[in-house]
């Protein structure tokens, strides 16, 4: 064993599972916390644990994180008990295993704060889309996923990451970086940043969109998942259909109009998130359509037609905050992001802005599925 794998194994013995430690290694690509699965096994059964160390420098307080956790997976494995026998499938949703002692997590000697839930079984979580069957699931299940939590006490959920999808602070926070000597520099550097930064200034007027028709009273807030991309929908490997939301961390009081926004610019774009050929990003509507169709059948029930009227500027407006969220990254030097190389948050943010533009281009077609699908 490398140094690293004892530490983990150490770390993974601390929660109360049974049976004998077999591997434990990374996975998955996410951007934010540290993931490894644990397999541990007896004579007879296996069990496969997620281990995640969760990023103190983004989640400033993981156990307001964990008691989220905790009161969103017993609200939601109550109700789905409740209502298994006329489910048309097994939907899941992982638990936290807690340690020994009977906490939700366990702090490292150095502060980190791990935790540890189940493994869905069976089932995967893909990086691009497969086609629209695929596309038509992750809409399933995150509609699914609305309703499930729809009754849930907002009140009694702490904020984890307070201004998470509010663009206007996302660009203030951009306006600043820019101002910043580090910022200026990286700015000037290249002709390729200075491009991504007229397509920022081109859309000003249109960043307080969500924000002025909550202030308005248009929209409420309720359950959000806050990070419904491709990858933390997992797909049933025996019978291809959506089956559980990953990655709840930042389930909070918000709009479902973000979910839905967020989900579509990753599901509807076939390149992914790291593609560096940019004529590859375009806006799948074959994609959108088997998406909005499989969401929109299951949240017709709770949707008001004041919140439809705001799913189109939710997809453009997401995709454009993510792509800011990245360029100010870059510009500030990558402290937020994971990055493999120095560019890299700077190639995401190319790829969230061509599709945006591409969405905008396609704002008519997108807004007849919408209603189509009514
Ligand atoms: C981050 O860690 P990960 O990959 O699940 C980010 C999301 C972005 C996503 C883009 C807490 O999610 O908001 O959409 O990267 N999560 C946080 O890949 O900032
Ligand atoms: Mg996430």
Not at 25 to 44: H, K, L, Q, S
Not at 71 to 99: C, F, N
Not at 333 to 338: A, D, T
Not at 348 to 361: D, K, M, N, T
Request: glycine share 6%; net charge negative.
């Amino acid at each position: 064993m490398t140094q690293d794998s004892l530490e983990l194994s150490v770390l993974v013995h601390k929660f109360a599972i049974k049976g004998r430690l077999v591997t434990v290694f990374p996975v998955g690509g996410g951007n934010i916390n540290d993931t490894y699965i644990a397999i541990f096994r007896n004579t007879f059964e296996e069990q496969q644990v997620i281990l995640q160390r969760i990023n103190a420098n983004v989640f400033a307080n993981p156990r307001k994180i964990m008691e989220n956790l905790h009161y969103i997976t017993q609200h939601s494995h109550e109700k789905l008990e409740r209502e298994a026998d006329g489910a048309d499938r097994v939907w899941q949703m992982p638990k936290i295993i807690q340690t020994w002692e009977g906490e939700d997590f366990y702090t490292g000697i150095d502060g980190s704060c791990w935790r540890v839930i189940t493994k869905i079984p069976s089932a995967t979580a893909f990086d691009k889309p497969q086609g629209p069957e695929h596309a038509g699931e992750c809409g399933a299940a995150l509609a699914h996923f609305h309703s499930l939590l729809s009754d849930l006490d907002i009140s009694r959920l702490h904020d984890p990451l307070p201004g998470f999808h509010i663009t206007p602070g996302y660009l203030e926070k951009y306006d600043a970086t820019v101002d910043s000597e580090a910022g200026r520099r990286r700015l000037n550097a290249s002709m390729e940043a200075r491009r991504l930064a007229k397509i920022i200034d081109d859309r000003r007027d249109f960043v307080p969109v969500l924000q002025k028709a909550i202030a308005d009273g248009s929209l409420k807030k309720r359950v959000m998942h806050g990070d419904p991309k491709i990858n933390n929908i997992m797909i049933d490997d025996f019978t291809g259909k959506g089956t559980a939301m990953i990655d709840l961390d930042t389930v909070s009081p918000g709009l479902v109009q973000y979910d839905f926004g967020d989900a579509v610019r990753s599901i509807c774009n076939p390149a992914g998130e790291e593609e560096l050929n940019l004529n590859r990003v375009v806006f799948d509507m074959d994609l959108f359509e088997a998406f909005a169709r499989g969401y929109l059948a299951q949240a017709r029930d709770f949707l008001t037609e004041t919140d439809r009227h705001y799913l189109f500027p939710a997809v453009r407006l997401i995709t454009f905050e993510l792509g800011l969220r990245f360029f100010q990254d870059y510009l500030a030097g990558s402290v937020y992001f994971k990055t493999r190389s120095a560019e890299q948050n700077l190639n995401r943010a190319r790829v969230q802005f061509r599709l945006c533009e591409s969405i905008e281009s396609r704002e008519r077609m997108i807004r007849a599925v919408l209603e189509k699908h009514d």
